[in-house]
């Protein structure tokens, strides 16, 4: 068996390869990182983002390449209750930084809501991440909160529920 070690590769310009350079094409898959959970989240019932304790990280090859977020699992609301979720990276709330509004007081990337009675959904919450610009590890994690009412917001509620976190970074 043999051993190759470099300290930089470089285009024969000398410029850093880009993902096409090292034969990834826009549009495929250079790595994804999975975290699963078991439990229910932190109920997230304030005015403000909280944090739900639920987080990815993925450290990207390439500063271009576009992050995909997706958290999947059953969320919740008591009757009457409105509650918004966001993604945070390293501490930003992701929905100030992508060109929507940046009223983060009455807004939020996803929305759950319940006019009469306890309810569940099946939910599923992606953002497309490509303002990152970075190669060191990226935290993504889930915040929520509530909006109007009075009641839980869980995502998701119950103690044997599981949740899904997925990160895929993909080449431009």
Known sequence: MSVLKVDTIQ?????APTAKDLGFAA?????????????NSANMNTGSYTSSGRSITITPKFANSLILIRYTATSYVNGGVQGYFTFYRNG?????QSGYSTNSSSQGLMQIMSATGDAFFPS???????????????????YGKLVSGSGGVFWPP???????FTAMEIAQ
Do not use: M
Not at 11 to 15: L, Q, V
């Open 11 to 15: 285009t024969t310009a000398g410029a």
């Open 27 to 39: 549009g495929s898959v250079v790595q994804t990182q999975v975290a699963r959970f078991s439990g």
């Open 92 to 96: 930003t709330n992701l929905y100030n």
């Open 124 to 142: 599923s919450g992606e953002f497309a991440d490509n303002s990152h610009n970075s190669t060191s590890a990226l935290t993504y994690t889930l």
């Open 158 to 164: 119950g103690s044997v529920d599981a949740a899904t």
